[in-house]
């Protein structure tokens, strides 16, 4: 049974909610250079488009209602429960919010955070000692903070796919991967060899399942040098 409450135009709970997450992200992410700011503002983007169909504006549930009413008739598509596209297609017509896309979302969006904020105090470290994060996430993916965000970001598509975020995702995906390939010319400049030994230990974005982490000397303490920007922050 579908809650028949007001379900869009929410403006003030766009906007809250929109500030509160990114502010959650922003204290684990700390944005400082040019670079920082653009892929940190790219995830913004993502969220306030997000919020804005999810209380605002159902622009994609306009869009596809003929469509809907014609393969799920009797499921009305107006309210917030029937917003969770997902677990409406798939039949549950129990509470949207223990459905299984929505549990799998949480678990997902839960985990992304959880890796942005793990990955901050190596980072922090190695800012401190001019050195290179090896430890922490940084023992396992060359770049964390930026699989955090995507990892977030699939996690809101589970809950609440939307036509203009399902576009936006691969476009966003592709731009953390080049911003991890330009950072990663930018650490072989500042480490040379140390950098080469951590490349070759340690995957870009996703870890081994199997295997030795990969470390920096002595189990992963910072390889000491001149330092770059997303594995230490020194252009923060």
Same mark, same amino acid.
Do not use: C
């Given at each position: 049974?579908?809650?028949?409450?007001?379900?869009?135009? #929410?403006?003030?709970?766009?906007? #809250?909610?929109?500030?509160?997450?990114? $502010?959650?992200?922003?204290?684990?992410?700390?944005?400082?250079?040019?670079?920082?700011?653009?892929? $940190?503002? !790219?995830?913004? @983007? $993502?969220?306030?488009?997000?919020? /804005?169909?999810?209380?605002?504006?159902?622009?994609?549930?306009?869009?596809?209602? *003929?469509?809907? +009413?014609?393969?799920?008739?009797?499921?009305?598509?107006?309210?917030?429960?029937?917003?969770? #596209?997902? %677990? %409406?297609?798939?039949?549950?017509?129990?509470? *949207?919010?223990?459905?299984?896309?929505? &549990?799998?979302?949480?678990?997902?969006?839960?985990?992304?955070?959880?890796?942005?904020? !793990?990955?901050?105090?190596?980072?922090?470290? @190695? +800012?401190? %000692?001019?050195?290179?994060?090896?430890?922490?996430? =940084? @023992?396992?993916?060359?770049?964390? +903070? =930026?699989?955090?965000?995507?990892?977030?970001?699939?996690?809101?598509?589970?809950?609440?796919?939307?036509?203009?975020?399902?576009?936006?995702? *691969?476009?966003?995906?592709?731009?953390?991967?080049?911003?991890?390939? /330009?950072?990663?010319?930018?650490?072989?400049? @500042?480490?040379?060899?140390? =950098?080469?030994?951590?490349? +070759?230990?340690?995957?870009?974005? &996703? *870890?081994?399942?199997?295997?030795?982490?990969?470390?920096?000397?002595?189990?992963?303490?910072?390889?000491?040098?001149?330092?770059?920007?997303?594995?230490?922050?020194?252009?923060?």
């Amino acid at each position: 049974m579908h809650d028949t409450s007001q379900a869009y135009s #929410l403006w003030p709970v766009v906007i #809250l909610n929109s500030l509160l997450i990114i $502010f959650f992200a922003f204290t684990f992410f700390k944005p400082k250079s040019a670079r920082d700011w653009r892929s $940190f503002g !790219a995830f913004s @983007a $993502f969220l306030v488009a997000l919020f /804005t169909e999810m209380y605002g504006f159902p622009l994609t549930i306009y869009l596809l209602l *003929p469509w809907l +009413q014609g393969r799920f008739p009797g499921v009305n598509w107006l309210t917030h429960d029937a917003g969770h #596209l997902l %677990e %409406e297609m798939v039949g549950w017509r129990g509470n *949207p919010h223990f459905g299984p896309f929505h &549990i799998l979302s949480d678990v997902f969006i839960g985990g992304g955070f959880w890796l942005l904020s !793990a990955s901050w105090p190596p980072l922090y470290r @190695a +800012q401190k %000692e001019n050195g290179l994060a090896t430890s922490g996430p =940084y @023992a396992r993916i060359r770049h964390p +903070q =930026y699989v955090a965000f995507v990892v977030v970001m699939f996690g809101f598509l589970l809950q609440w796919p939307t036509l203009l975020t399902l576009a936006m995702f *691969p476009i966003l995906v592709f731009m953390y991967w080049r911003l991890g390939k /330009t950072e990663e010319r930018d650490s072989l400049a @500042a480490f040379g060899d140390s =950098y080469i030994a951590y490349m +070759q230990t340690t995957p870009g974005f &996703i *870890p081994r399942l199997f295997g030795r982490a990969g470390v920096g000397p002595r189990g992963g303490e910072p390889i000491t040098n001149r330092t770059t920007k997303e594995n230490v922050h020194i252009h923060r």
